[in-house]
């Protein structure tokens, strides 16, 4: 399972995909979580079983859905969850999506 983190550079989200690890750790998953900047995304899109965006590139949605063509689904991150670093839940989010 591939979940990736999108921002602006690649670099905000490195804390949250560290605790997004640990949480998978915790229940027993194997996941590859990443972040990435959206100037790879195209390298990148056709690994993903989801995109996560970080809420300070929200105004960017349009264009990354677009970029990933639908290879996978696309949702943007609660700021709460990103603000406070909740890996548990931002893990759980990407869960759900995928699971849809």
Same mark, same amino acid.
């Given at each position: 399972m %591939?979940?990736y983190?999108?921002c %602006?550079v690649? &670099?905000s989200t490195s804390?949250l995909?560290?605790? &997004?690890?640990q949480?998978a750790e915790t229940?027993?998953?194997?996941?590859k979580?990443?972040?990435y @900047?959206?100037?790879?995304?195209? $390298?990148v $899109?056709d690994?993903?079983?989801?995109i996560?965006?970080?809420?300070?590139i929200?105004? &960017? @949605? !349009?264009?990354?859905t !677009?970029?990933?063509?639908?290879s996978?689904p696309?949702?943007?991150? @609660? &700021?709460?969850?990103y603000?406070m670093?909740n890996?548990k %839940?931002v893990l759980?989010?990407a869960?759900?999506?995928i %699971?849809?």
């Amino acid at each position: 399972m %591939n979940i990736y983190l999108v921002c %602006n550079v690649g &670099m905000s989200t490195s804390v949250l995909v560290k605790r &997004m690890r640990q949480a998978a750790e915790t229940i027993e998953l194997e996941a590859k979580i990443e972040a990435y @900047s959206v100037e790879v995304l195209e $390298k990148v $899109k056709d690994e993903a079983d989801v995109i996560l965006i970080g809420p300070q590139i929200r105004h &960017m @949605s !349009k264009e990354i859905t !677009k970029i990933v063509d639908g290879s996978c689904p696309v949702e943007t991150i @609660s &700021m709460r969850d990103y603000g406070m670093i909740n890996g548990k %839940n931002v893990l759980a989010q990407a869960l759900a999506v995928i %699971n849809k």
